[in-house]
């Protein structure tokens, strides 16, 4: 039995089109987050479209925080400018087996990064005591730079507000983690 090919992909033309904002830009690589590496670029679009797809909801894209970003257009109209992000090296096609997947790029990671260590750290700000264990032991599986990247953000920004989250995270932590951690706790409570 003959192997079936890749899905092939084929890329709207984009040259005609106006850069996406930054706050577009921002919530499509939101959205993409919660993706990478899983799903391809119809079930971005979907995300940003506000879809009630059954596999989207099955997996909770809808509480993604761009869910329904674009709701007021068309999806042709939403996959065109989620191809204007391929085309300019925000995000790219992988393949997972023969099957075509959205991933970041290094420039869309990059550009990602600070919209990813915001948005921790209002988790770790507005966490309730019944979550708080929870999201310490799911905080010990971040990357370890968007860990640096945060506990140097709190720093800078004299983050006291994170200092119960911080305290719980840092029982939970990698021995490296911890140690920043402790650190950057010493270091707001010094402030």
Same mark, same amino acid.
Request: net charge negative; proline share 3%; hydrophobic share 40%.
């Given at each position: 039995m003959p192997r079936k090919p890749r899905v092939k992909v084929h890329l709207n033309e984009t040259r005609n089109i106006n850069k996406p904002s930054e706050e577009d830009i921002s919530n499509i690589l939101r959205a993409a987050d919660e993706i990478i590496d899983t799903a391809g670029r119809n079930m971005l679009v979907k995300i940003l479209k506000g879809s009630k797809d059954k596999k989207l909801l099955e997996h909770g894209l809808d509480n993604c925080p761009s869910y329904g970003y674009y709701n007021n257009l068309k999806m042709a109209d939403i996959e065109v400018i989620v191809d204007w992000m391929i085309w300019n090296k925000y995000l790219r096609i992988v393949?997972?087996?023969k099957l075509p997947m959205i991933a970041f790029t290094e420039k869309g990671w990059e550009r990602y990064k600070?919209?990813?260590?915001? /948005? &921790?750290? +209002?988790?770790? %700000?507005? @966490?309730?005591? !019944?979550?708080l264990? /929870? &999201?310490? +032991?799911?905080? %010990?599986? @971040?990357?370890? !730079?968007?860990?640096n990247m945060i506990l140097d953000k709190i720093n800078e920004d004299n983050r006291v507000d994170t200092i119960a989250f911080l305290d719980e995270w840092k029982k939970k932590a990698y021995k490296k983690d911890a140690k920043n951690i402790r650190a950057t706790i010493e270091g707001l409570r010094k402030k």
């Open positions: 393949y997972s087996g600070p919209i990813l260590v915001n /948005e &921790l750290i +209002e988790k770790m %700000v507005n @966490v309730t005591d !019944e979550n264990e /929870e &999201l310490s +032991e799911w905080f %010990v599986k @971040v990357n370890r !730079e968007i860990i």
